[in-house]
Structures are given as structure tokens and as C-alpha cells.
């Protein structure tokens, strides 16, 4: 087997550097500078790097950000007039802000969305730390607290509207996002194009209602999540051209042999720890036609392999910050670090991992096996690297142990992740000595404009205070109790997954989560959603974006290898579901009793 490494054949003309390339340099060092000054720029439009909430008719207080040492940010009450609401109330410059409403609170952000959501003579709960003792302090409004610069949620344009016209307005982006995510579902045509032309929609009506600009939709688009989701994807596209998956998936067919148990469960735990790091897709492209080549020299149906597969890639993605675009976005946004996600995340994903193949042990003889006729006979022979391939092999695996290491420590040196993977993916564009012109068009530029046209649309869903209706709703359900709060967040997540695909599903819960009133600790809440769309992704063939590309590759392979399977050559929504659903309950009932645990004793 070749390698798939094209290198360097132009590298003396300077190949690569056409107008697409330039345009893609131009994009990374677009993402560079937002990872470093994006967040000051953003204070800079809608407010200043503090909450100056004292004044003429407001609670007389600000409230500021302390980071000591690069350890981890605090909110601290700054100056308090001694005759204003706050002053009255007993608040005290110097106390450490720890929750707002109920709510627990570590950044500038949540402060905002909290503070600009209470309206005029509301009183406002706030939890403050002083001397190393909590105390509750009830702050009643005198006016309200923020103008619309400082609130990207757009809570007081919202508001600033009659009732009838707040009705309206959340009446008319419920319906454009339904008739959106339909589509999505039916694929009648290409998901970017569908999202994109609905971003459109949403912003102009938007701009017609007065609460949605284009300078909100811009500040909308998570381009900490897009550089995380760019950086790892270069760095997984030139390991894969320069032949590493080949050789890895070489192996695993070595030391499986014939046994299709063995060969389940070897293929099962490298497709999850590949995934912990490189991209999802990335991988089942690779391992999954290794498997289909496999089944046809050792007569197994290879369709319950390829279901195990995007489910163990699922649960890689999950146990890392870095593994998939869910926890991209939530690491990128709720400022939580490389080593959190790996203490709280992969312990539960493992546990997961061996409930998912002690299932599939149990289910693997429902499927036919082909007759011995109608398979190939041969031999795997394993792949030829060039040097240009083996040098480009070697410098891809420095870059990604490097960045590895950088995300592990990011928390202690204050360094952006985002930052960190653009980085590594540009070394290796610039010198891998792959064919630039093959990264530019295997970086996922479909990806990258679905996901701004999403968060376009996510933005306009929260300025219309839908998604609001919907926290104020599950913490409703909740009666007050966070583990019932995380649970229910759990399961409404993965039902949603099941049918809309991770991706979306977790960019329409995240503003979602930031509206509940009560906080479970520890970051509970994001752990609850995490595992809520890993479930929901691996009950259907369209949970996951793995999932139509591998029938896809079935479909393909098949008359290539000469597989007859039953129920036709490729993997139906009903073959998925008959093994994906009890899979996401299995995996949704493990998962409530880790965050019930966690909400209770942690």
C-alpha cells in the first residue's frame, strides 16, 4: 500500500501559494489574532473590561476581574458608593463574587448575561466570599444596570420591546429555526448551504425587529471554537496523507488475525484513542475501509464493527477538550481547561467504552456473515513510506506531542488553546512538505461555514429570549434540584443529538446552559451536556457526521471487495438504531448516576 503523502514535488516553485493559499494564510492569521485579542476587542464594543455599576439610579458598585499568578479568574466587588443600594445592602469592596441568583458565576461573561437579564426594581441575589465564609446579599434595583452595549445576549433589546412585540419576535425565530434543523434532518440539500441561507434570514429579520445587528452576529461566531476546530484539523489531515492511520490500521489487523471478537474490541479501543486527539471524521475515514477490506478476506459482516467504531470515535471525541467539536466549543467558551476534561471526562468515556463493547460482544452474531464464495481471498500488505513521507511523519507526530503538552499546561501559562492548535497547524502547513493545495482542500472549509452560519442563528435565537423560555423551563423541571437540572439537560440533549447531529445540538443548548438560574459545581453542567450529545450521537446514523460518510464508504467498498450483506450493501437508519438506541440509553443511565454523583458529593 502507497502512501498517501504528496510532498514537496513543487516545493521549489513555491507550490501552493495561488490565491487560495494566501486566502487560507490570511483566515489562520485572522484566527491567531482573535485568540489573542478578540475578547478585548469584543469589551471594547459592547463595555469596559469592568461592570461600573455605579452611578445616578443604579446599585452604586462594579464589579472587577483578578487573576493573581495566572491562577484562575475570581470577580471581586470593586469600588461600593456607601449611600447606594449596594452600600446599603452590605456589599464590600474587596468581597469575592462566587455566585449571582443562585447561580455560580467565574466570569465577566455570565456576570453580564446575569446582571442584564433583571429588570428595574428586581432584586438581585449575590453570594460574595468574605474572610472565608459565604453570605448572601439581597440587592434590590433602582434602575436597570447595564445599557444594551454591554449585553452581546441582547437581554434589554429584547426587552426593550412591548410584550406583543417580544412575542412576535421569538414566535418568528422559533419558526425559521425549526423550518432550518427540518431541513437539516431530510437533507434535501447541502447542510452549509441550508444554514447559511438561514443565518441570512434571521439576521435581517434581526435588524427589522431592532435586536439583532450585524455587529451582534459577528461577536456571535465562537472563532476560539473555529481556530481549535481549524488547528487540530490541519495537524489530522497531514497524518493521515503522510500515512500514519495506514500503518496503525496495518497493525491492528496483525495482531487481531482472524478472531472477529479480538478484532472488534482492537479496533474499537484504537478508533477511541486516536479520537482523543485528532478528528473524528478523520479517523473513520481510515479505519473504516481497513475494516471493510478485513471483512471481505475474513468472511465477517462488517456493519456492527463500523457502528462500534463511530461510537468509540464519539467517545474519544468526548473524553478530551480537543476530541470533538462539542467539547471544542465548550472548553473554547466556558474557559475550561486540556486537564479538567480529562479528569472529569475520560474516567466516565472508559467506563462507557466497556459497556459499548461487552453490547456489541453480545449483538455481534445478529449479523449475517457473508458465504465463503462470494469473498476475496488476499493478503494485507503493510505500507511503503518514501523519506519525503516518513520525514513528514515524524513531524507531524513532534507537533501534535507538543501541542498536547502546551494544552496540558495552557491553564498555568495563561495561553489561549486556540491559539496553541492554530499554531501547531500552521507549522505543519508551512513544513511538512505536504501538498498545501491538498490541506487547503481537506481543511474543512464546509465545516467551518456551517458552524459560523450556526452560531449566526444561535445568536439570533438567544436575542430573542427563546432560548431563555427554554432554560427558565428545564430549571423549572428541576424543582430547584441540580443533579434533576443536569439530568434532564442530559437526556433532552440526546434526544435532540439523535436526530440534529452533535454539532448543532450543542451549539443551540450552550446559551441555553448559561440561562439557568441554578449552577450546579465543579462545571457539572457542561459534563452533563457533554455526555447528553455523546449519547444522542450514538443512537442514529445521524447523530454523528461519522455516520452517513461510513454508509457511504459501505456503499462504496462493497462491489469493490465483493461483499454481499444482508439488507443491502449499506448501513440503514434501522441497522444503526437497533444497536444505537440501546446503546444511548445504556450510556444515558451510566451517565445520570456519574453527574448525580458529582452534583451530590463532589
Not at 439557568?516 to 462545571?523: A, D, N, V
Amino acid at each position: 500500500m502507497k502512501s498517501r503523502a504528496n510532498v514537496g514535488a513543487a516545493s521549489v516553485n513555491y507550490e501552493g501559494f495561488d490565491l487560495k493559499v494566501i486566502l487560507f494564510l490570511g483566515l489562520i492569521s485572522f484566527l491567531l489574532f482573535w485568540s489573542f485579542w478578540g475578547k478585548d476587542l469584543e469589551k471594547r464594543i459592547y463595555g469596559p473590561t469592568s461592570l461600573q455599576l455605579h452611578g445616578p439610579g443604579t446599585i452604586g458598585a462594579e464589579i472587577i476581574v483578578w487573576q493573581p499568578g495566572g491562577s484562575a479568574p475570581a470577580l471581586l466587588v470593586g469600588h461600593v458608593e456607601p449611600s447606594s443600594p449596594a452600600g446599603r445592602a452590605g456589599l464590600k469592596p474587596g468581597d469575592r463574587i462566587v455566585g449571582l441568583d443562585g447561580r455560580l458565576v467565574s466570569s465577566l461573561e455570565t456576570a453580564r448575561h446575569i446582571i442584564g437579564s433583571k429588570g428595574i426594581g428586581a432584586t438581585l441575589k449575590v453570594t460574595v466570599n468574605r474572610n472565608g465564609r459565604n453570605k448572601e446579599i439581597h440587592v434590590r434595583l433602582n434602575d436597570s444596570l447595564l445599557d444594551s452595549r454591554v449585553l452581546r445576549n441582547m437581554a434589554l433589546k429584547k426587552h426593550a420591546l412591548s410584550f406583543p412585540g417580544q412575542i412576535l419576535a421569538t414566535l418568528v425565530f422559533l419558526k425559521l429555526a425549526v423550518i432550518m434543523f427540518f431541513l437539516i434532518y431530510k437533507n434535501f440539500v447541502n447542510r452549509t448551504l441550508i444554514v447559511l441561507l438561514f443565518a441570512t434570514a434571521i439576521l435581517v429579520m434581526g435588524i427589522f425587529l431592532r435586536i439583532y445587528s450585524p455587529v451582534d452576529a459577528f461577536f456571535a461566531i465562537k472563532f476560539n471554537t473555529i481556530s481549535l476546530l481549524l488547528g487540530m484539523g490541519i495537524i489530522s489531515v497531514v497524518l493521515d496523507e503522510a500515512g500514519f492511520f495506514d500503518y496503525v490500521a496495518y497493525k491492528i489487523s496483525r495482531f487481531a488475525g482472524e478472531s472477529r471478537l479480538k478484532l472488534l474490541i482492537v479496533f474499537c479501543i484504537i478508533t477511541y484513542f486516536f479520537s482523543l486527539v485528532v478528528n473524528n471524521l478523520s479517523t473513520i475515514l481510515v479505519i473504516v475501509p481497513m475494516t471493510l477490506k478485513l471483512s471481505a478476506i475474513l468472511r465477517f459482516d462488517p456493519r456492527p464493527f463500523i457502528i462500534g467504531e463511530i461510537i468509540s470515535s464519539n467517545l474519544g471525541g468526548a473524553s478530551t477538550m480537543v476530541g470533538d467539536f462539542p467539547n471544542m466549543l465548550i472548553s473554547s467558551e466556558a474557559g475550561i481547561g486540556f486537564n479538567e476534561f480529562i479528569i472529569f471526562m475520560m474516567p466516565i468515556c472508559l467506563i462507557l467504552l466497556g459497556v459499548l463493547l461487552v453490547f456489541l460482544n453480545l449483538k455481534i452474531g445478529s449479523f449475517a456473515v457473508p458465504d465463503k464464495d462470494e469473498a476475496i481471498q488476499g493478503r494485507i500488505r503493510p505500507p511503503m513510506f518514501t523519506h519525503r513521507g516518513r520525514r513528514a511523519l515524524r513531524r507531524a507526530v513532534f507537533v501534535l506531542c507538543h501541542v498536547i503538552f502546551l494544552f496540558i499546561i495552557s491553564g498555568k501559562i495563561s495561553l489561549n488553546p486556540s491559539a496553541v492548535a492554530l499554531f501547531g497547524g500552521l507549522s505543519l502547513f508551512l513544513f511538512s512538505g505536504i501538498n498545501r493545495m491538498t490541506l487547503v482542500r481537506r481543511a474543512g472549509f464546509n465545516d467551518i461555514l456551517f458552524f459560523i452560519g450556526l452560531f449566526v442563528v444561535v445568536g439570533g435565537l438567544e436575542a430573542s429570549g427563546l432560548l431563555q423560555y427554554i432554560s427558565n423551563g428545564i430549571a423549572t423541571m428541576s424543582f430547584g434540584k441540580p443533579w434533576l437540572l443536569c439530568v434532564i439537560l442530559m437526556w433532552s440533549a440526546a434526544l435532540l443529538t439523535a436526530f440534529l447531529n452533535a454539532g448543532p445540538t450543542t451549539a443551540l443548548f450552550f446559551p441555553v446552559v448559561l440561562g439557568f438560574g441554578l449552577m450546579p459545581p465543579q462545571h457539572v453542567v457542561w459534563w452533563a451536556l457533554s455526555l447528553g450529545v455523546l449519547a444522542g450521537s450514538s443512537a442514529t446514523i445521524f447523530g454523528a457526521t461519522a455516520g452517513p460518510v461510513s454508509a457511504t464508504l459501505v456503499e462504496n467498498y462493497s462491489s469493490q471487495y465483493g461483499l454481499s450483506l444482508s439488507g443491502g450493501n449499506t448501513i440503514t437508519f434501522g441497522q444503526f438504531a437497533k444497536l444505537g438506541i440501546p446503546v444511548m440509553l445504556l450510556f444515558l443511565s451510566v451517565s445520570s448516576v456519574y453527574v448525580t454523583y458529582l452534583c451530590l458529593y463532589f
